[in-house]
């Protein structure tokens, strides 16, 4: 198995696919580099270098329990980064994985990121505060922590419901996609996952989203259940200087899976412009 060790001695799980202009995916919470499928091989057919990892305490990485915050994740991708010595990389991130892209894009990305897109993005910040009064209650994060804590494999399976639009009217139920989510998040860590809770609704991209200058593509599902698109996807546009939104009627949280084609297409034509 392909995996780097990072300076506080995490082992960091990776796929690197291919040749050409390197595309890097970052997943969302609480799943690993297996959410990709769909584009991995898209755009490995399309000629392009394709990489996804596993964030520290998810899939195959190693299951610390320290390190769960924002600044740690966007560090471990600077330190894979180096390592494969990517440059002129698109950076491609889904849910908490978005946050991750921009905070590494603003960080560390000076000379190594041509392009950046988030995908159902968790950006500029989820939970609602003095500044963010529209934003999600944190009721509903607290729930998402005991129901971490005390039911995950039951939480897991119900979340997959919501995440894919399953509860709509006349959306057809995949059995292997939500078996595949589920899967995927009980490989990783309690701990992890109950940490990132907090990084992924309570972590501010505000001064990310500003500071970066690279072309970044926002893609939004108008029906995303999970992260609502006004308070997200429509913010973190507007903050960009160099930023280009997409919304999708009626697309579900976990778009680039139910969606692939539509996502691949949108996707490609960013990236080849």
């Not at 991750?100 to 392009?115: L, S």
């Not at 998402?144 to 419901?161: G, L, Y």
Request: glycine share 10%; net charge negative.
């Amino acid at each position: 198995m392909n995996k780097i060790t990072v300076k506080d001695g995490t082992e960091i799980y990776y796929k690197d696919w291919g040749t050409g202009q390197p595309l890097v995916f970052h997943h969302g919470w609480p799943l690993s580099s297996d959410d990709w499928d769909a584009q991995m091989i898209f755009f490995l057919n399309q000629g392009f270098r394709v990489i996804a990892f596993d964030r520290r305490g998810h899939g195959r990485s190693s299951q610390t329990a320290i390190g769960h915050d924002m600044d740690t994740y966007a560090s471990d991708v600077a330190e894979l980064v180096k390592a494969l010595d990517l440059k002129n990389a698109v950076h491609i991130g889904h849910s908490t994985g978005g946050g991750e892209v921009i905070r590494y894009v603003a960080k560390y990305g000076q000379g190594r990121v041509a392009k950046a897109v988030l995908v159902s993005a968790v950006t500029p910040i989820m939970v609602k505060n003095e500044n963010n009064p529209d934003g999600v209650p944190m009721s509903v994060f607290d729930e998402i922590r005991v129901n971490t804590a005390t039911n995950r494999q039951q939480f897991f399976q119900d979340f997959t419901i919501p995440f894919y639009g399953y509860n709509r009217e006349g959306a057809k139920k995949s059995q292997g996609i939500m078996d595949n989510w589920w899967r995927q998040g009980m490989m990783g860590a309690i701990k992890a996952h109950y940490d990132c809770i907090k990084a992924f609704s309570e972590t501010d991209f505000t001064e990310d989203l500003k500071s970066v200058d690279v072309p970044v593509l926002v893609m939004h599902g108008e029906d995303d259940q999970i992260v609502p698109i006004a308070t997200t996807g429509v913010k973190a546009a507007e903050l960009l200087k160099n930023g280009k939104l997409i919304s999708y009627p009626g697309f579900p949280h976990g778009m680039p899976t139910t969606e692939a084609a539509t996502i691949n297409a949108d996707l490609l034509a960013f990236i080849k412009a």
